[in-house]
Structures are given as structure tokens and as C-alpha cells.
């Protein structure tokens, strides 16, 4: 992994540092069931490469976040599922609690647009 924060939470979470309920990985992506759920099926996609937020996002570390597409869409097609949503916040006022860029999967439940929030 290039660019990490050793004070980061998800890079603790990739290293291997801190457990976590591995999902999915791959050279860019990691991904892992989310510790408070909001419903049957929420998971979080991480880059490995360190990028704080949204906001953050550019030429050199685009490809990350395809990459984090590619990733939701292969671990979908893998557990069948067929509808889902997909979040990330950027910033605190937000709701972004782990400033490490990450998508939130969530799915197994109808949902309306007065979801609990995510960070």
C-alpha cells in the first residue's frame, strides 16, 4: 500500500493492524462489513492508497475510486444482490467520521431518503 496514514483508522484496518470482517480485496481495494449496520447487508469499500475525502479526488488517484466501483459491482453479482445503495460523505458536518476515503454498500431492506446517517 502506497500513501498511507499510520494515525488512520481504515489504514490500521488494511494493514492488518486492527481486525475487521474482510469482504473483499484486491491491490486497490479493501472491504469489510461495517461494525454498526444499518441494514442486513452494509459494508464498506476502502482505497488502499491513503485519500482523505471526496474533495481530494483528482487525476493521480481517480482510478481509485473505479476501482471501488468494479469492486461493489463484482462482490453484487457474487452474493446476488440486486439493489442496493451506495454513500460516501465528505467531511465532518457531512458525516464523515473516518477521514479515509470510503463507500458505503447497503443493501437486504427497502430503503427511503431518510436513512439513518453514515459516516
Known sequence: M???????LFC???A????????????EVYAFADI???AP??????TKTHICCAK??????????AKIFEAIAEV???ENIDSYRVITNCGED??????????????GKKMGWGEQSLG
Do not use: R, W
Open 94 to 107: 457531512a458525516g464523515q467520521s473516518v477521514m479515509h476515503l470510503h463507500f458505503h454498500m447497503v443493501a
Open 36 to 38: 454498526q449496520p444499518i
Open 2 to 8: 502506497t500513501n498511507q496514514n499510520p494515525d488512520c
Open 41 to 46: 447487508v452494509h459494508y464498506l469499500f476502502v
Open 76 to 78: 453484487a453479482e457474487k
Open 12 to 14: 490500521k484496518i488494511i
Open 16 to 27: 492488518g493492524e486492527i481486525p475487521s470482517k474482510k469482504i473483499y480485496e484486491n491491490d
Open 56 to 65: 481530494k479526488i483528482n487525476t493521480e488517484n481517480s482510478q481509485s475510486v
